[in-house]
């Protein structure tokens, strides 16, 4: 049963636009999130986290948006580049295990020059 | 500043053989972590271990896996014997937590690549 689900496989966006990736998650003792980016033939990537006292967190061209009552949150990328194309995993921990980081599937973004 | 090192890359093998996959964690990181990715479950956390001490192991699968942290840089994951269903990536991460840095990032290794046949 996955604690943190990502229903979309996959996003085509056209370069320039604004990717919006979705996540949710079940676990109510969930109160770190972190989003990961990962190029094929490597390993994922830190990009950007967001704490459950926050509803946004920003950083250059990427927001994290958090709704805790709904227990979802999302990444937006604005503007989409091509070298944005990537597998983006979101994850999530608990206040009472912080060290145990819970990934989701993955959404694979395609940004379309 | 070299990242996290795993070897091999790639490891093809056949049903019922020994495998054992590496990891060297950055430096100075306190926290170790074995991620297995596969197309139906994601990134699933295996073990971590903290100061070389494994603390939770409940997402390894079966009793055929076993891990290991001798010391603070390096680690192994040994899988007796090998199964088909076992081919995925695997991917060591590291993190450096100590004193308040319970949600520093993990920086995760180019991972290997597990064919059993």
């Known amino acids: 049963d996955q604690q943190v689900k990502q229903n979309s496989p996959s996003l085509s966006v056209q370069e320039g636009r604004i990717s919006i990736l979705n996540c949710d998650y079940t676990n109510s003792m969930f109160d770190y999130f972190l989003w990961y980016k990962k190029y094929p033939a490597e390993g994922p990537t830190f990009l950007i986290s967001i704490s459950s006292i926050k509803d946004k967190n920003e950083d250059g061209r990427f927001t994290v948006f958090l709704n805790k009552s709904a227990k979802h949150l999302s990444l937006h990328i604005v503007p989409s580049q091509p070298g944005d194309s990537a597998v983006y995993f979101c994850a999530a921990s608990e206040k009472t295990s912080y060290d145990k980081v819970i990934f989701g599937p993955g959404t694979s973004l395609s940004v379309i020059p | 500043d070299a990242g996290v090192i795993q070897s091999p890359r790639h490891e093809v093998t056949e049903m019922g053989q020994e495998v054992t996959l590496r990891c060297k964690p950055i430096s100075g990181h306190d926290y170790l972590f074995w991620y297995r990715q596969t197309m139906m479950r994601g990134l699933e956390l295996l073990i971590y271990f903290n100061n070389n001490v494994p603390i939770d192991d409940s997402g390894m699968p079966e009793d055929r896996f076993s891990a290991k942290m001798p010391n603070a840089s390096f680690s192994t994951l040994k899988i007796q014997p090998s199964e088909p269903r076992d081919s995925a990536v695997y991917f060591c991460?590291?993190?450096?937590?100590?004193?308040?840095?319970?949600?520093?990032?993990?920086?995760f290794g180019n991972g290997t690549r597990l064919t059993v046949t």
């Open positions: 991460a590291s993190s450096d937590r100590k004193g308040t840095g319970h949600n520093s990032p993990l920086h």
